[in-house]
T-cell receptor, first 114, second 114 residues
Framework: AQSVTQPDIHITVSEGASLELRCNYS??????LFWYVQSPGQGLQLLLK??????LVQGIKGFEAEFKRSQSSFNLRKPSVHWSDAAEYFC????????????FGGGTRLMVKP | DTGVSQDPRHKITKRGQNVTFRCDPI?????LYWYRQTLGQGPEFLTY????????KSRLLSDRFSAERPKGSFSTLEIQRTEQGDSAMYLC????????????FGPGTRLTVL
């Protein structure tokens, strides 16, 4: 069975600083990997996805993520954080051989200091 | 493309009552998923449909829960004899089996069981 670990429950960064959110996954086959963002009381918005090919993927809102198979990681990065990026971020792995139901990590809550 | 919609957005009920939620997926999407998200946690998979067929159910889906997608379009999730532990956000997502497998989420239904 697949699993996802997001080691950081909370992260606080200053506006304009760089950001990296960590994600480690466990899955026996080639994973489908996703990052979603959730604002309070809202649904989930897809930031970016990895299926195959180039291991550095670009997403919306200036986010990018790098797939590292050797480390079973898919970390999310942004070079300069904006106050509007404050939200909860979820990493997820899709079961490519079984309907692609998603397994999510516990999430990382990002706070942005002015 | 109006996105995934869910109704109601909020539901407050008393323990022991039955509740039903509705999800309308993106019109051309043939796969529909239900997830449950409790406070401070990532979403957890409940069940999914391909067209009208329910293909997978999580062990989280007790016999008090039933989901249907009778015509392969909208879906309903019913919880019978609600318990306080059912209080959560219920999220619906849809995707196309012919597409990129990314799931698009609705805004969710927040259930509070008193």
């Amino acid at each position: 069975a697949q699993s996802v670990t997001q080691p950081d429950i909370h992260i606080t960064v200053s506006e304009g600083a760089s950001l990296e959110l960590r994600c480690n996954y466990s899955y026996g086959a080639t994973p489908y990997l996703f990052w979603y963002v959730q604002s309070p009381g809202q649904g989930l918005q897809l930031l970016l996805k990895y299926f195959s090919g180039d291991t550095l993927v670009q997403g919306i809102k200036g986010f990018e993520a790098e797939f590292k198979r050797s480390q079973s990681s898919f970390n999310l990065r942004k070079p300069s954080v904006h106050w509007s990026d404050a939200a909860e971020y979820f990493c997820a792995v899709g079961a490519s051989n079984a309907g692609n139901m998603l397994t999510f990590g516990g999430g990382t809550r990002l706070m942005v200091k002015p | 493309d109006t996105g995934v919609s869910q109704d109601p957005r909020h539901k407050i009920t008393k323990r022991g009552q039955n509740v039903t939620f509705r999800c309308d997926p993106i019109s051309e999407h043939n796969r529909l998923y239900w997830y449950r998200q409790t406070l401070g946690q990532g979403p957890e998979f409940l069940t999914y449909f391909q067209n009208e067929a329910q293909l997978e159910k999580s062990r989280l889906l007790s016999d008090r829960f039933s989901a249907e997608r009778p015509k392969g379009s909208f879906s309903t999730l019913e919880i019978q004899r609600t318990e306080q532990g059912d209080s959560a956000m219920y999220l619906c997502a849809s995707t196309s089996s012919k597409g990129g497998y990314e799931q698009f989420f609705g805004p969710g239904t927040r259930l509070t069981v008193l």
